[in-house]
T-cell receptor, first 112, second 112 residues
Framework: RKEVEQDPGPFNVPEGATVAFNCTYSNSASQSFFWYRQDCRKEPKLLMSVYSSGNEDGRFTAQLNRASQYISLLIRDSKLSDSATYLC?????????????FGAGTRLFVKA | DVKVTQSSRYLVKRTGEKVFLECVQDMDHENMFWYRQDPGLGLRLIYFSYDVKMKEKGDIPEGYSVSREKKERFSLILESASTNQTSMYLCASFGREHQPQHFGDGTRLSIL
């Protein structure tokens, strides 16, 4: 089983739709969690950190479920510019941040 | 904002050449990383460094070496480039454990 698993997609949604991605992780001792966005042929960029209580940044909402070992990203009112690959990122506890695990990504296409 | 700068966006080299990829960050981060990213394989860690002159192998160090002579600079060296090292190379840094990594723009390297 992969340490971090994501549905590769692609998710094809119309503008204005709400779309949700899940990501599961296998190490129950994981400590910190992030969502990154990566555009085609560009570097990954931090979208948002994921906190235990859940957090929101504009149209984006991230949630963490430690009991079930998954994190989620919800995008409301999708825009064409949201088309990208979304990477789930997990840092295991007590590894100094040197064992960061990147998911393979979920591709999103938002259509007009 | 964290700024991670890679020396080249695109690079073309020949088999057998020694290749240097440079990365500089301006946030006084102790921790720096080199990854490669290939279609279908996601991000793979080559080497990382947690301090000046300190280096640790990642998951795929074979055929690569690194140098960290100054805190802000982390160099990746392909000792004798081969065609299977054609890839997107990404440098990243972070400050403290549980903080997210920040990436440079990436270097798209082609070995002919």
């Amino acid at each position: 089983r992969k340490e971090v698993e994501q549905d590769p997609g692609p998710f094809n949604v119309p503008e204005g739709a709400t779309v949700a991605f899940n990501c599961t992780y296998s190490n129950s001792a994981s400590q910190s969690f992030f969502w990154y966005r990566q555009d085609c042929r560009k570097e990954p960029k931090l979208l948002m950190s994921v906190y235990s209580s859940g957090n929101e940044d504009g149209r984006f909402t991230a949630q963490l479920n430690r009991a079930s070992q998954y994190i989620s990203l919800l995008i409301r009112d999708s825009k064409l510019s949201d088309s990208a690959t979304y990477l789930c990122v997990v840092n295991p506890r007590n590894t100094g941040g040197f064992k960061t695990i990147f998911g393979a990504g979920t591709r999103l296409f938002v259509k007009a | 904002d964290v700024k991670v700068t890679q020396s080249s966006r695109y690079l073309v080299k020949r088999t057998g050449e020694k290749v240097f990829l440079e990365c500089v960050q301006d946030m006084d981060h102790e921790n720096m990383f080199w990854y490669r990213q290939d279609p279908g394989l996601g991000l793979r860690l080559i080497y990382f460094s947690y301090d000046v002159k300190m280096k640790e192998k990642g998951d795929i160090p074979e055929g690569y070496s690194v140098s960290r002579e100054k805190k802000e600079r982390f160099s990746l060296i392909l000792e004798s480039a081969s065609t299977n090292q054609t890839s997107m190379y990404l440098c990243a840094s972070f400050g403290r454990e549980h903080q997210p990594q920040h990436f440079g723009d990436g270097t798209r390297l082609s070995i002919l």
